[in-house]
Nanobody, 115 residues
Framework: QVQLVESGGGLVQAGGSLRLSCAAS????????VGWYRQAPGKQREFIAT???????NYADSVKGRFTISRDNAKNTVYLQMNSLKPEDTAVYYC?????????WGQGTPVTVSS
């Protein structure tokens, strides 16, 4: 059973930073991709960033240059460093691991950016 547990969300002022963590119950290198998504109130879940097992990264245009995905293989943990936060970044952030064709999700951690 794959479990992903996010942490690090909270309330921050616009222009501030947060680092989200996602602890996996598996060897994260067994995943084809690990990544982050978010869902704002009343909106669909949207892609934020992914990292392949070969360390290739991909970002949504809305966060490119502000957010950075990384991982610590020894800790089986994926991170999302978020800088220059904007009110429109307010959402619940979800960790994702794709193993073959199956997507696993964490429970989400809320991020609120005040103006």
């Amino acid at each position: 059973q794959v479990q992903l547990v996010e942490s690090g969300g909270g309330l921050v002022q616009a222009g501030g930073s947060l680092r989200l963590s996602c602890a996996a119950s598996i060897n994260i290198l067994s995943a084809n991709d690990v990544g982050w998504y978010r869902q704002a109130p009343g909106k669909q879940r949207e892609f934020i960033a992914t990292m392949t097992k070969d360390d290739n990264t991909n970002y949504a245009d809305s966060v490119k240059g502000r957010f950075t995905i990384s991982r610590d293989n020894a800790k089986n943990t994926v991170y999302l460093q978020m800088n220059s936060l904007k009110p429109e970044d307010t959402a619940v952030y979800y960790c994702n691991a794709k193993i073959w064709w199956i997507h696993y999700w964490g429970q989400g951690t809320p991020v609120t950016v005040s103006s």
